[in-house]
Nanobody, 121 residues
Framework: QVQLVESGGDLVQPGASLRLSCTVSGRDFSSADMGWYRQAPGAPRNQREWIATIRTTGSTMFKPSVEGRFTISRDTAKNTVSLQMNSLKPEDTAVYFC????????????WGQGTQVTVSS
């Protein structure tokens, strides 16, 4: 059974940096493209937005609004995928989730609990 555990969220001021981590268990991590997603305050689950992907090849993709500020990495030995977030803005405030990429579909799709990032002065 797949388990995703996100961590690293915090309350920070604009311009600060955070590093999020996601530990993956119960699946063959090395064969999965992985993504980070976020759910803004008040947004429904089905409006979680994709923000970054790292493929098994190591290639990466980013949502334009975070490109240049965020980087994504993976450690296959530790089954973790990380999101380094720099120059944070108030509009980055959200609950952040990791999952496979493309995202799993369906109302019963598994997601972890996410980690809260709040950017506020």
């Amino acid at each position: 059974q797949v388990q995703l555990v996100e961590s690293g969220g915090d309350l920070v001021q604009p311009g600060a940096s955070l590093r999020l981590s996601c530990t993956v268990s119960g699946r063959d991590f090395s064969s999965a493209d992985m993504g980070w997603y976020r759910q803004a305050p008040g947004a429904p689950r089905n409006q979680r937005e994709w923000i970054a992907t790292i493929r098994t090849t190591g290639s990466t993709m980013f949502k334009p609004s975070v490109e240049g500020r965020f980087t994504i990495s993976r450690d296959t030995a530790k089954n973790t995928v990380s999101l380094q977030m720099n120059s944070l803005k108030p509009e980055d405030t959200a609950v952040y989730f990791c999952n496979s990429y493309p995202r799993p579909m369906g109302s019963n799709a598994y997601w972890g609990q996410g980690t809260q990032v709040t950017v506020s002065s």
